[in-house]
Each structure stands twice: as C-alpha cells, then as structure tokens.
C-alpha cells in the first residue's frame, strides 16, 4: 500500500549512458513532480506535471525528459547521462501544492 | 528572484526546545511549510501554515508572521528519532505548482 513508489531505488551506469526512472503513485493525486537532491542536500524542482500540462524548469538540461502514460505515473528518461547528473531523484505527488507526497527516492551514480 | 534562509545546522539534548527560523523572500506568497527528512529516507509532510500564527501538531509546533517573511519551526521534548534534516518552503512564484525549499536545517539531538 505505498503510496508513492519509485524503481529502482539504485542505479549505477557510465557516462554517456540513457537511463530511466519509473515513478507511480497510488494517491489519485491529480499533479507529479520530479525533484532532484545534490549532495548538500538541496532539493530543488525539476518537472510538474498537471493533467497533461508539463511544466519545465528552465534549469533542467533537454536530457531529462518526463512522460507521463497515465496519471498515476511519471517516469524520467535521461539520456546522455553526465557526471553532474549524479543525485538522488525524488518523485512527489499532491493535491495540494503544500502538501507533497514524496518516494523512497532514485539514487543515481554516474562513473 | 526567491529565497529561502535557514540556519544549517542546530544541536541539542534529548528533552529540550529546538527553534529553527527561516526567512524568506517571494514575490508571490501563498504560505510556508515544514518537511523533515532523516537520512537516506525522504521529505515527509510536517506542516503548513498559509495565515499568521502558531499551529501545533503534537510536538512540533509551526509559527509564521507574514509581515515579517518569517516562520520558524519549534520542536519540543526533543527525542533522538528527531536528528534529521528540517526544510522550510513556499510555493513556486511563477509555475505555483511546486515548492521552493530553503537549504536545510540539519538537527542533531544527542542524549
């Protein structure tokens, strides 16, 4: 009965590799975010999704791409990886933007 | 542009009263909320506060001054489970859908 699930929980992989992310929530929760964590902790917003409306974080390099199959789900492709990249990846959900409903978290390794 | 401002560290002792402050700077503001985060787990939901005031939710209590662009997050009967990391945010000015959070407040509760 988790609420909102992320798989896999790690991924390791080489430069110049694509990788995806898989995200679903169970909340019937209308809007998904994914965040990205950097190593000092800072959380910071990349993608929402809202009935099919995306909306971008300028900052977010064209590599990392959102799809959305349903609406309960939100998955991340990033192709390209880079050393940057490494983080760990939140996907959240809500119905309200104050109150988010975030996974275990994807943490990503890029050697 | 938008910012958050919290201390990045407090410590204390098992038993004690932990105030963490942050301030913020938002063109567009709808309310602050509290997520805590321990380590390798995720941001959990804390509280929101969108008018003036104390809100209390067992030992956690939330306060918020709008005039001010302050609120502060008060920990009461500290217990060691507490030690995680705190963050204080507001909502995205431009896309409204997602949050802004401020840095991090990293607790350490020691007995």
Same mark, same amino acid.
Not at chain 1, 29 to 44: G, I, N, P, R, V
Not at chain 2, 58 to 87: I, N, V
Not at chain 2, 88 to 107: M, N
């Given at each position: 009965?988790t609420?909102?699930?992320?798989?896999?929980?790690?991924?390791?992989? +080489?430069?110049g $590799?694509?990788?995806?992310?898989?995200?679903?929530? $169970?909340?019937?929760?209308?809007?998904?975010?994914?965040?990205?964590?950097?190593?000092?902790?800072?959380?910071? *917003?990349?993608?929402?999704? $809202?009935?099919?409306?995306?909306? *971008?974080?300028?900052?977010v390099?064209n590599?990392?791409?959102?799809?959305?199959?349903?609406?309960?789900? !939100?998955?991340?492709?990033i192709?390209?990886?880079? !050393?940057?990249?490494?983080?760990?990846?939140?996907?959240?959900?809500?119905?309200?933007?104050?109150?988010?409903?975030?996974?275990p978290?994807?943490?990503?390794?890029?050697? | 542009?938008?910012?958050?401002? +919290?201390?990045?560290?407090?410590?204390?002792?098992?038993?004690?009263?932990?105030?963490?402050?942050?301030?913020y700077?938002?063109?567009?503001?709808?309310?602050?909320?509290?997520?805590?985060?321990?380590?390798?787990?995720?941001?959990?939901?804390?509280?929101?506060?969108?008018?003036?005031? !104390?809100?209390?939710?067992?030992?956690?209590?939330?306060?918020?001054?709008?005039?001010?662009?302050y609120?502060?997050l008060? !920990?009461?009967?500290?217990?060691?489970?507490?030690?995680?990391?705190?963050?204080?945010?507001?909502?995205?000015?431009?896309?409204? =859908?997602?949050?802004?959070?401020?840095?991090?407040? =990293?607790?350490?509760?020691?007995?």
């Amino acid at each position: 009965d988790t609420a909102v699930s992320q798989t896999p929980k790690y991924l390791v992989t +080489q430069m110049g $590799n694509d990788k995806s992310i898989k995200c679903e929530q $169970n909340l019937g929760h209308d809007t998904m975010y994914w965040y990205k964590q950097d190593s000092k902790k800072f959380l910071k *917003i990349m993608f929402s999704y $809202n009935n099919k409306e995306l909306i *971008i974080n300028e900052t977010v390099p064209n590599r990392f791409s959102p799809k959305s199959p349903d609406k309960a789900h !939100l998955n991340l492709h990033i192709n390209s990886l880079e !050393l940057g990249d490494s983080a760990v990846y939140f996907c959240a959900s809500s119905s309200t933007e104050e109150t988010q409903y975030f996974g275990p978290g994807t943490r990503l390794l890029v050697l | 542009g938008q910012s958050l401002e +919290q201390p990045s560290e407090v410590t204390a002792v098992e038993g004690a009263i932990v105030q963490i402050n942050c301030t913020y700077q938002t063109s567009g503001f709808y309310g602050l909320s509290w997520y805590q985060q321990h380590d390798g787990g995720a941001p959990t939901f804390l509280s929101y506060n969108a008018l003036d005031g !104390l809100e209390e939710t067992g030992r956690f209590s939330s306060f918020l001054s709008r005039s001010d662009s302050y609120g502060y997050l008060l !920990l009461q009967e500290l217990q060691m489970k507490d030690s995680a990391s705190y963050f204080c945010a507001v909502r995205d000015e431009f896309k409204t =859908t997602a949050l802004i959070f401020g840095k991090g407040t =990293t607790l350490s509760v020691s007995s």
